[in-house]
T-cell receptor, first 111, second 117 residues
């Protein structure tokens, strides 16, 4: 079955620092890949997605590129803000849309 | 437009009680999913509906868990004789497209936080 592994948190960064959250996947076939974000007290929100190899998903300054050769989908942002503090989940969809999530990485950005 | 809504947002139950959690998907969405998210973990798949048909219930942890979507829209997740290990956030998601080889974005509701005492 599919699985997703992402770096453990928490990750603490100063405002305007560069962010990378690593994510790798295993899957049969070619899954679609997603990053979801969960702000404190809120539900899961889709941040970005990529549906095939070499696609780059981007939103709100965040980017992730679907790398088939390394089975990775690392999340990056050039300059984080305090408002980016949240838990980030890497996820894959294969087959009939069953989503497999990573365990989540908590990001804390300090002023 | 309105997103996925869930009710109640919070539920406290005594061990042994039955609970029912409701999900209202986005109007017109064919697929509906339930997930269980334990504290500090990622969501885990429970079950999947395509319209009113429950196509996969492999993630339901025991026969105390039951889900239905009788008219292909609103869904209810029922947990009988709740146990402390059932304490978690229960998330509902819906997506527009159905089909084995089409992968559409799932939109999540805010979840119901269940606490079993």
């Amino acid at each position: 079955g599919n699985s997703v592994t992402q770096m453990e948190g928490p990750v603490t960064l100063s405002e305007e620092a560069f962010l990378t959250i690593n994510c790798t996947y295993t899957a049969t076939g070619y899954p679609s890949l997603f990053w979801y974000v969960q702000y404190p007290g809120e539900g899961l929100q889709l941040l970005l997605k990529a549906t095939k190899a070499d696609d780059k998903g981007s939103n709100k300054g965040f980017e992730a590129t679907y790398r088939k050769e390394t089975t990775s989908f690392h999340l990056e942002k050039g300059s984080v803000q305090v408002s980016d503090s949240a838990v980030y989940f890497c996820a894959s969809i294969g087959g009939y849309q069953k989503v497999t999530f990573g365990t989540g990485t908590k990001l804390q950005v300090i002023p | 437009g309105a997103g996925v809504s869930q009710s109640p947002r919070y539920k406290v139950a005594k061990r042994g009680q039955d609970v029912a959690l409701r999900c209202d998907p986005i109007s017109g969405h064919v697929s509906l999913f339930w997930y269980q998210q334990a504290l500090g973990q990622g969501p885990e798949f429970l079950t999947y509906f395509q319209n009113e048909a429950q196509l996969d219930k492999s993630g339901l942890p025991s026969d105390r868990f039951f889900a239905e979507r009788p008219e292909g829209s609103v869904s209810t997740l029922k947990i009988q004789r709740t146990q402390q290990e059932d304490s978690a956030v229960y998330l509902c998601a819906s997506s527009l497209i159905s089909g084995a080889h089409q992968r559409d974005t799932q939109y999540f509701g805010p979840g119901t936080r269940l606490t079993v005492l």
